[in-house]
């Protein structure tokens, strides 16, 4: 099946510090997702993006399917950026998606 | 419009016992997908439902079970609860299997002691 592996797997950033995560697939995907999960376990869904790149705010993603991999930018760090960041993709089509094992964001004030 | 709601928060129950869990999707979204979160294997799927038809499984044992009613709400049910099913169990909907995005509820925490 379909490997995800996102790096790094943890970081520590001062607010206001900048920041880029890596997710690298193994197979072609019709569907890749971002999401953050905040402390309490929501996940909340950050970008839609299987290809190109799309900007929401603060941060931006870009996925450069060729090649396999997303990159996920957040910039002007704050704190309630902190959190894990979740890469997921799947094949489409269907609503399976097969999540990396995160990236654990601290930013601290 | 509410979000998508998981009933209960918390559940602890002892090995052997069976646990259902509730799932109600975004109104109007009709595809239903559950997922279960654990600290060594992380996030994991465990099926989708679409017209109250399972579209797809993962690699889970037969003592995880699910189904979809009419109005789309899903439930899924494990029994003979083991130690190592104490997890966050995730369920997200969508309008209909492939859409962009999929929204999460805030899960079910169950321990099982």
């Known amino acids: 099946g379909i490997q995800v592996e996102q790096s790094p797997p943890d970081l520590i950033l001062q607010e206001g510090a900048n920041s880029t995560l890596r997710c690298n697939f193994s197979d072609s995907v019709n569907n890749l997702q971002w999401f953050h999960q905040n402390p309490w376990g929501q996940l909340i869904n950050l970008f839609y993006i299987p290809s190109g790149t799309k900007q929401n705010g603060r941060l931006s993603a870009t996925t450069v399917a060729t090649e396999r991999y997303s990159l996920l930018y957040i910039s002007s760090s704050q704190t309630t950026d902190s959190g894990v960041y979740f890469c997921a993709v799947g094949p489409g089509g269907y609503n399976k998606l097969i999540f990396g094992a995160g990236t654990r964001l601290a930013v601290h004030p | 419009k509410a979000g998508v709601t998981q009933t209960p928060r918390y559940l602890i129950k002892t090995r052997g016992q069976q646990v259902t869990l509730s799932c109600s999707p975004i109104s109007g979204h009709r595809s239903v997908s559950w997922y279960q979160q654990t600290p060594g294997q992380g996030l994991q799927f465990l099926f989708e439902?679409?017209?109250?038809?399972?579209?797809n499984k993962g690699n889970f044992p037969g003592r995880f079970s699910g189904r979809q009613f009419s109005n789309s709400r899903s439930e899924m049910n494990v029994s003979t609860l083991e130690l190592g099913d104490s997890a966050l169990y995730l369920c997200a909907s969508s309008l209909a299997p492939g859409a962009e995005t999929q929204y999460f509820g805030p899960g079910t925490r169950l321990l099982v002691l």
């Open positions: 439902y679409f017209s109250e038809t399972q579209r």
